[in-house]
Nanobody, 121 residues
Framework: QVQLVESGGGLVQPGGSLRLSCAAS????????MGWYRQATGKERELVAI???????TYAESVKGRFTISRDTAKNTVHLQMASLKPEDTAVYYC???????????????WGQGTQVTVSS
């Protein structure tokens, strides 16, 4: 079993910053990638940013230049530093981890429960 503990959401004014963190624990042999997705009310879940075990990162066009994803391999933790936040960044942010339980296993996909980010004056 895998656990994801998300933290850092909240209410912030437009132009402000927030830092989200997500720590993975449990039966994990290796992590292929960790990332953040978001889902605004009435919209589909979308990728925000993802970082692979090789430190390759991908960002949604809407957050490029404002958000930075990073990881702490030793702690199985991923961070999302969000700056210059806009009202349209308001959503529930979900952490995702893609991992293996052994050298021969398939890659599993696991989601956190989500953390609310609200950008409003």
């Amino acid at each position: 079993q895998v656990q994801l503990v998300e933290s850092g959401g909240g209410l912030v004014q437009p132009g402000g910053s927030l830092r989200l963190s997500c720590a993975a624990s449990g039966r994990i042999w290796s992590i292929n990638a960790m990332g953040w997705y978001r889902q605004a009310t009435g919209k589909e879940r979308e990728l925000v940013a993802i970082i692979t075990s090789g430190d390759s990162s991908t960002y949604a066009e809407s957050v490029k230049g404002r958000f930075t994803i990073s990881r702490d391999t030793a702690k199985n933790t991923v961070h999302l530093q969000m700056a210059s936040l806009k009202p349209e960044d308001t959503a529930v942010y979900y952490c995702n981890v893609r991992y293996r339980v052994s050298i021969l296993s398939v890659v599993y996909d696991y989601w956190g429960q989500g953390t609310q980010v609200t950008v409003s004056s």
